[in-house]
């Protein structure tokens, strides 16, 4: 485990965070990005467009990094719940301008079988979509800033709550 001397502070995304980011990003959907995409390639590529375009579940407006030390450890995207399906849809379209034509098929799959299988949360609630921290920075409160972040917009935003979901395998994220 690296040593830090600060603790870790959250905030906005900004462009020249990409080459961080979209790696930590990645990594926060177990494997699904690439299931999407097709290869981690396609996949990291249609994050770092995402991440430029505009209104979608992965574009800078809605991303938030944590730093420590002044390196960027952590990233969550986050919006409130009602935004969450149009952009969902728009990063399909996003994704399908960023792989091959013959994968669509494939990532239209994965995007409906992606959907909740468990109840869908609250209109009202602040919806974390994704949240990781870079693997060597795990267990130093990097997620935990990440989380009372979301929560503090919340209430800004003057939501009654916060959402978010994971894999039911996925050990580190439950017990978050």
Do not use: K
Not at 102 to 112: E, F, K, T
């Amino acid at each position: 485990m690296p040593t830090v001397s600060a603790q870790p502070r959250v905030r906005p995304y900004l462009p020249g965070d990409a080459a961080t980011v979209v790696p930590i990003l990645y990594a926060s959907s177990g494997g699904m990005y690439e299931r999407y995409a097709g290869s981690r390639r396609l996949a990291e590529r249609t994050l770092a467009r995402a991440l430029g375009a505009g209104e979608s579940t992965a574009s800078a407006d809605v991303i938030w990094v944590t730093e420590l030390d002044g390196r960027v450890v952590g990233a969550m995207a986050a919006m409130p719940f009602c935004e969450w399906t149009p952009r969902a849809h728009a990063f399909l379209r996003t994704t399908l301008r960023s792989i091959p034509p013959w994968r669509w098929p494939g990532a239209l799959w994965v995007y409906r079988a992606g959907g909740r299988p468990g109840a869908e949360p609250p209109r009202s609630s602040f919806y974390v979509d994704s949240l990781a921290t870079a693997e060597q920075f795990r267990r130093l409160g990097v997620a935990s800033a990440l989380l009372e972040y979301a929560e503090r917009r919340a209430r800004e935003l003057g939501l009654g709550a916060v959402a978010l979901d994971t894999w039911v395998d996925n050990e580190p994220a439950r017990g978050l």
